[in-house]
């Protein structure tokens, strides 16, 4: 979608306007779709496959970006801390890998996608892509059998493969307007029709609350990186003019934070989420700053481009509900963890 299109649709699922009323007639097939799933699965006209391990989806009933990736690095890095085995399916998008596939560290973001690739090296853990999620799922089980859990970058909306736990992501828009696609946000009712003995948990990565959720806390790293390993900090910019560009869902919020940190910002560069950017070339001599999602797509041409991690953290409350009760699968499917 234009960028245009896109920012006139995000206003529109806001409030209740006129184009979100002449829109709502078309929301009675969004809700026909969910009946009709909700009635195959219900009925056993199609199953979900249930894995010998526990799954937890990191996703939102949104549409846009609510930052659930770096939530499923901050999860992964700290479970595996803590000794679990962990694994990580997700859909691929933006890239052109048909079916499915593990990633690699040299893999090529057009083919397995940018934020699949993000993953794979800011984890090193096993990491499968695929659109039929159930089939990723199994595929990493087979090929990493000592796997004690698996985490769905988004997801929340595939029924094919039962998930344990549902990690709800939100940010300040909250519900929108809270009409189905396509006169609000909405991809699914809320409250959501979690399945028996799934657990869902929510997080909201903005400054307000959403409803009993827990707070995700992001900032910039203070130093940025590039493909040559080398690290900078960002501190040695605020005395000079930089570029930027993003193609995330919310590329002004990267902006923003680059401001925060003090940088002065001349050419900023905004393109549409998952943007491929193979055509993109420097528009000045000036340094440029991007995000770990971009950079994977940039660094094989572009080395010279400097790369801002983004640092998710969730509290410990957090951690006090999720633990004990990733521990009762985790034992319930006979597997013991650390």
């Known amino acids: 979608m234009p960028r245009f299109g896109h920012d006139l649709f995000l206003g ?6 006129l184009l979100a009323v002449c829109l709502w ?38 549409v846009g970006g609510t930052g659930k990736t770096p939530i499923v690095i901050h999860i992964a890095q700290r479970l595996t801390e803590l000794g679990w085995k962990v694994g990580v399916i997700a859909r691929g998008v ?35 892509i695929g659109k039929a999620r159930s089939q990723a799922a199994s595929q990493l089980l087979q090929t990493y059998p000592d796997t004690q859990l698996i985490i769905s970058d988004d997801g929340l909306q595939h029924r094919a493969l039962h998930h344990d736990i549902a990690i709800c992501v939100f940010d300040d ?10 006169a609000g946000p909405l991809r699914e009712s809320w409250p959501r029709p979690s399945g028996p003995g799934v657990f869902q948990i929510k997080v909201h990565t903005g400054q307000h609350a959403f409803e009993d959720s827990f707070c995700a806390s992001r900032q910039l790293s ?7 390993a080398e690290l900078r900090a960002l501190a040695t910019w605020q005395h000079q003019t930089v570029d930027a560009l993003a ?13 925060a940190a003090g940088l002065r910002l001349g050419e900023t560069q905004v393109f549409p989420d998952h943007h491929p950017l193979s055509a993109w070339s420097p528009v000045s001599q000036r340094d440029v700053l991007c995000t770990e999602k971009d950079a994977v797509k940039l660094w094989p041409r572009h080395p010279e481009v400097w790369a801002v991690p983004l640092q998710c953290e969730l509290p410990a409350a957090f951690w006090n509900v999720l633990l004990p009760h990733l521990q009762r699968l985790s034992l319930a499917d006979g597997h013991q963890t650390a």
């Not at 529109?12 to 306007?17: E, P, R, S």
């Open 94 to 128: 933006g890239g052109q890998q048909t079916g499915c596939t593990e990633v690699k560290q040299d893999s090529l973001a057009s083919l397995v996608g940018d934020e699949a690739l993000l993953l794979k090296r800011r984890l090193g853990l096993p990491v499968f």
């Open 247 to 259: 193609a995330i869902a919310q590329p002004q919020a990267f902006f923003k934070a680059l401001h």
């Open 12 to 17: 529109a699922w806001q409030k209740l306007g």
């Open 25 to 62: 007639p078309l929301t009675l097939l969004s809700r026909l779709y969910l009946f009709v799933q909700h009635l195959r699965y219900a009925h056993g006209w199609a199953s979900a496959l249930r894995l010998s391990v526990p799954v937890l989806v990191v996703g939102n009933v949104v």
């Open 222 to 228: 203070a130093q940025a990186v590039n493909a040559r």
């Open 173 to 182: 828009t909250g519900l929108g307007n809270g009409f189905l696609l396509p």
